[in-house]
Nanobody
Framework: QVQLVESGGGLVQAGGSLRLSCAAS????????MAWYRQAPGKQRELVAT???????NYADSVKGRFTISRDNAKNTVYLQMNSLEPGDTAVYYC??????????????WGQGTQVTVSS
């Protein structure tokens, strides 16, 4: 199996910044794309940002210019730097990895989620 553990969430005032981290561990053969999703209360989970194994990012329109996704392949870790946070960014943020396990083969893996709350 592959486990994803997120950290870095919390409470911040509007205009502030947070940095989320997600570390993958377990029987990893290779990790392809990684991504961050979020889910606000009463809403569907939405894609925030993705990054390929080669480091090419892509962003939802709502976070372009404010969020930056990056990864450290040597550490099997993906990051999300969130600047100029707005109350609308309040959600549980989930890490996702398209990975190949040495035991179970390819699959999509999810972290447990980390709460981000932005106060006005």
């Amino acid at each position: 199996q592959v486990q994803l553990v997120e950290s870095g969430g919390g409470l911040v005032q509007a205009g502030g910044s947070l940095r989320l981290s997600c570390a993958a561990s377990g029987s990893i053969f290779i990790i392809n794309a990684m991504a961050w999703y979020r889910q606000a209360p009463g809403k569907q989970r939405e894609l925030v940002a993705t990054i390929t194994s080669g480091g090419i990012p892509n962003y939802a329109d709502s976070v372009k210019g404010r969020f930056t996704i990056s990864r450290d392949n040597a550490k099997n870790t993906v990051y999300l730097q969130m600047n100029s946070l707005e109350p609308g960014d309040t959600a549980v943020y989930y890490c996702n990895a398209q990975a190949v396990s040495r035991v179970y083969g390819p699959s999509a893996y999810w972290g447990q989620g980390t709460q981000v709350t932005v106060s006005s």
